[in-house]
């Protein structure tokens, strides 16, 4: 199997990353009063303008490098990266407090499904997809250092 133009379909996790992260990013930067969080006062504006300028800045890597062969190791450490990152937010997403005030109805809080909880789950699968990647194109980075 030859290197040139090896892309995996697994790349498209990069794609689902900017998809849960950019209506934070566009919102945060432009319109944070907007957005349906609990107690905001001006510290958390600023601080929640970071963020946003942040994830705006990842969400532009990721586009970047999503077309890029799979061996490259930019690609593979922003993989790794964007694991840790995601890991670690749908840890924090599922011990936060309510802070959306908003239900998903009777039935889904009756089961503790809120708002951050789905947040959460969705960065659990993004974080876990990375590894998938990861996993899956291992043997064309091992191919590009020459190993087997």
Same mark, same amino acid.
């Given at each position: 199997?030859?290197? +040139?133009?090896?892309? =995996?379909?697994?790349?498209?996790?990069?794609? *689902?990353?900017?998809?849960? $992260?950019?209506?934070?990013?566009? +919102?945060?930067?432009?319109?944070? #009063?907007?957005?349906?969080? *609990? +107690?905001?006062?001006? #510290? #958390?504006?600023?601080?929640?303008?970071?963020?946003?300028?942040?994830?705006?800045?990842?969400?532009? &890597?990721?586009?970047?490098?999503?077309?890029?062969?799979?061996? *490259?190791?930019?690609?593979?450490?922003?993989?790794?990266?964007?694991?840790?990152?995601? =890991?670690?937010? =749908?840890?924090?997403?599922?011990?936060?407090?309510?802070? &959306?005030?908003? =239900?998903?109805?009777?039935?889904? $809080?009756?089961?503790?499904?809120?708002? $951050?909880?789905?947040?959460?789950?969705?960065?659990?699968?993004?974080?876990?997809?990375?590894?998938?990647?990861? +996993?899956? #194109?291992?043997?064309?980075?091992?191919?590009?250092?020459?190993?087997?």
């Amino acid at each position: 199997m030859s290197l +040139q133009g090896a892309k =995996s379909p697994l790349s498209a996790i990069f794609l *689902l990353h900017i998809a849960l $992260e950019i209506p934070i990013a566009i +919102q945060g930067v432009w319109s944070p #009063t907007s957005l349906p969080f *609990l +107690q905001l006062n001006n #510290t #958390t504006l600023v601080v929640l303008k970071l963020y946003a300028a942040l994830v705006s800045a990842s969400c532009v &890597i990721a586009l970047l490098c999503y077309p890029l062969p799979e061996f *490259l190791p930019g690609k593979r450490a922003l993989a790794i990266g964007l694991c840790i990152y995601h =890991s670690i937010a =749908s840890t924090i997403l599922y011990q936060a407090p309510r802070f &959306i005030p908003m =239900s998903l109805g009777a039935l889904a $809080e009756s089961y503790k499904i809120t708002p $951050e909880a789905v947040w959460g789950t969705l960065h659990g699968l993004v974080g876990l997809g990375m590894v998938v990647w990861w +996993q899956g #194109t291992v043997h064309l980075a091992a191919m590009a250092r020459g190993g087997r």
